[in-house]
């Protein structure tokens, strides 16, 4: 996933939501199945580049997490789309089964992406989640490093060699 840009402290530890539902603690470094939350997903636009986020639960545990895809990059770094940052997305979407064309429209002839419909195309779907313990001011953070579609049962009929991924694609997009 791109650079997380903006850690939130609260929550940290085992404190829980103004709710009460989501408990946030470490998780250790591995594979889950996550489910994308209903709400909590936000718009930053601030001197790191503009940035979808996404909130995240852990589906056992209920452990939310807070992934961040860069998808503009800052004035300061020359502004601009940030290639990692779409693609990051468009794996993501893909990896729910929605297809990342959904999120593009088309602005002064180019197509580009809507970031402000993510969250209402992806909200409530389920995949699997690298999730890596990473130091962030001076603390242990969980972060999403991948996402991955969840693993189908393999069919005896359809033993067909597997097609290319398309996890890097940005073809969806005008350069």
């Not at 609260?10 to 489910?35: C, H, M, V």
């Not at 990051?88 to 602005?107: C, F, N, Q, Y």
Request: glycine residues 8%; charged residues 35%; aromatic residues 6%.
């Amino acid at each position: 996933m791109t650079d997380i840009t903006n850690i939130f402290d609260d929550f940290i530890d085992g404190s829980t939501s103004t709710g009460g539902e989501f408990e946030r603690k470490l998780l250790p470094a591995g594979k889950y199945n996550i489910n994308i939350r209903e709400e909590g997903h936000q718009m930053l636009d601030n001197e790191w580049g503009k940035t979808v986020m996404l909130s995240i639960e852990e589906v056992d545990s209920k452990n939310w997490i807070n992934t961040f895809f860069k998808y503009e990059k800052s004035d300061s770094d020359g502004g601009g789309t940030n290639a990692k940052g779409i693609r990051d997305l468009g794996t993501m979407m893909r990896s729910v089964s929605v297809d990342p064309r959904k999120a593009v429209i088309e602005s002064d002839g180019k197509k580009i992406i809507d970031p402000h419909a993510i969250p209402d195309l992806v909200k409530g779907k389920s995949c699997t989640a690298e999730i890596e313990v990473q130091q962030r001011k001076g603390k242990d953070e969980n972060v999403v490093v991948a996402f991955f579609a969840p693993e189908k049962k393999a069919d005896a009929k359809s033993a067909e060699p597997k097609k290319e991924s398309k996890a890097d694609d940005t073809s969806f997009l005008d350069d």
